[in-house]
């Protein structure tokens, strides 16, 4: 048994398998090219009512790339490069707002790297304004942004300042891990008197909601080591933690392959790891939400967990403010009326498309009924732990155990593993089971189950 998880190690390593973190279903491997016209089809269903839509804008730059790092970035040194994606990236808001009715309105709108922190004052300046002259913002509306500490910091706040005048009011700052051992091996430096020194900052200027983001899993990180993480992001109390687990890919992120396999943690290390960060944090007074956020009981995250009506999506765990999503600049990915939207991967097909005045869309998926369901289905696991079978069968005009017939068998296992709870009323993933909601939400992805082990995903644990 490891630590007071009750879960063997035979367990563990069945589960130790590449799964999908389902921040989208079907994922993105599913998805095939689409054309502008199809998501011009989307953007005119949209406009049948008005809706409250969610935005987010991908702003690829960094100055340095983290050798773990699995986002879209772009190395940058170059300042016109930045301003010459920001004239598009501002053609782009122009051109979808013009397809769209002006009383959708904006209650959610996310920037996200990349580091959008990376542009100048004035260029998130002209950004927000064109956002506020193209959609309808209330002065209610949640305005987040991520934020590297490093691009912060020596300005004696200057900037925070000037992001709380555009009227952000959440941030999210990349820590990782304090260790300058565990930094260095991922060519990450950033002392923690200037991640505490931000964070004191962003507090003192009024921020709500700051968030700091956590990898396990990274190289020389040992149980030891990261429990002193842990202590040290504690006594800043920020209200919302993410501890993701360290999505390896080298065969997307070449960049991954410079970290060494014997400096990574072993499986068991790992997840001793990640149990040892949950116990401190809950103990701190954190509520588990989902797979791998934590929030103070407060926060309207984990009121909204409680709730059941936490939503997931490629942000991770978010308040439900909005289903359609728009996504703006390179690789961002939008939700639009049951289809997912993704933009052009490369710079140059991004600007072809705008300056052929096309929507700069490359690939997506329009969602079956099937598709539709089981999202919901992940969904449900997901973020609350439980399907409510009735609720099923009142939404989709068919009995739960009927319609899934053919996954009963996996089913049937889970609960055999301890990890489900087969109630007549619910599916109920259980303490053990939530440490695998990854796995246990796999057994509804009909893709996956029809490829059987030949996925391109990062593993379970
Ligand atoms: C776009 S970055 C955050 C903003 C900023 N670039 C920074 O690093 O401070 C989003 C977050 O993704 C997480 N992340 C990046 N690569 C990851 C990986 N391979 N596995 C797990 N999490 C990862 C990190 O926690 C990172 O803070
Ligand atoms: S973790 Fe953040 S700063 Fe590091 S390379 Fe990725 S996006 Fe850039």
New binding site residues.
């Given amino acids: 048994m490891l630590q007071d998880v009750d879960v063997d190690v035979a367990l563990l390593q069945r589960f130790d398998r590449p799964v999908p973190r389902y921040t989208s279903y079907p994922t993105a491997p599913e998805w095939g090219p689409l054309a502008s016209e199809a998501y011009l089809d989307r953007l005119a269903l949209l406009n049948q009512a008005p809706r409250p839509l969610s935005l987010y804008f991908h702003i690829p730059f ?1 100055r340095t790339m ?1 050798l ?4 879209s970035v772009l190395l940058n040194r170059k300042p016109e490069n930045e301003e010459r994606y920001v004239q598009y990236l501002l053609k782009e808001i122009t051109l979808v707002s013009s397809h769209l009715r002006s009383d959708h309105t904006v209650p959610q709108l996310h920037f ?4 959008p922190t990376k542009l100048s004052m004035p260029q998130l300046e002209t950004i927000m304004q064109t956002i506020g002259r193209s959609f309808h913002l209330t002065p209610d509306s949640e305005l987040s942004i ?3 500490p490093r691009t912060v910091c020596e300005d004696g706040g200057e900037k925070l300042r000037f992001l709380r005048q555009l009227g952000f009011n959440r941030v999210s ?2 820590v ?1 891990d304090t260790d300058p051992r565990v930094q260095e091996a991922v060519r990450r430096r950033q002392t923690y008197a200037m991640t505490r020194r931000t964070y004191e900052l962003a507090r003192d200027i009024g921020f709500e909601g700051i968030n700091i ?3 396990y899993g990274l190289p020389l990180q040992t149980v030891a080591s990261f429990h002193d993480t842990i202590e040290k992001v504690i006594e800043m109390r920020p209200d919302r933690i ?1 501890l ?4 390896k890919v080298p065969w997307l992120k070449e960049h991954q392959k410079a970290i060494a396999d014997d400096t990574l943690p072993t499986t068991e290390e790992k997840f001793g790891i990640y149990v040892q960060a949950r116990r401190q944090l809950t103990a701190a007074g954190y509520l588990g939400l989902g797979m791998d956020h934590f929030a103070l009981c407060e926060d309207p995250l984990a009121q909204a967990f409680l709730a059941g009506q936490l939503h997931r999506n490629f942000q991770g765990y978010t308040l439900c403010l909005a289903e359609d999503m728009l996504g703006f600049g390179i690789t961002s990915i939008g939700y639009c009326q049951n289809a997912y939207i993704q933009n052009c991967k490369e710079l140059q097909s991004y600007y072809e498309a705008l300056d052929a005045n096309q929507l700069p869309v490359h690939r997506g998926k329009q969602l079956s009924e099937d598709d539709q369901l089981r999202r919901w289905v992940i969904n449900k696991l997901m973020c609350q732990f439980e399907v409510d079978k009735h609720l099923f069968e009142r939404l989709y005009g068919v009995p739960f155990g009927h319609y899934f017939g053919a996954e009963w068998p996996l089913v049937t296992q889970a609960v055999a593993d301890q990890l489900l709870e087969d109630k007549d009323d619910k599916l109920v993933v259980t303490p053990t089971g939530r440490l695998f909601v990854r796995n246990v939400a796999a057994i509804f992805d009909r893709y996956l189950q029809c490829k059987a082990g030949q996925s391109g995903f990062s593993k379970g644990v």
């Fill in positions: 960094c983290c773990f790092c699995g986002c996200g790297g990349g580091t991520e934020i590297d700052f990349g990782q983001d956590l990898i993410a993701f687990s360290y999505a």
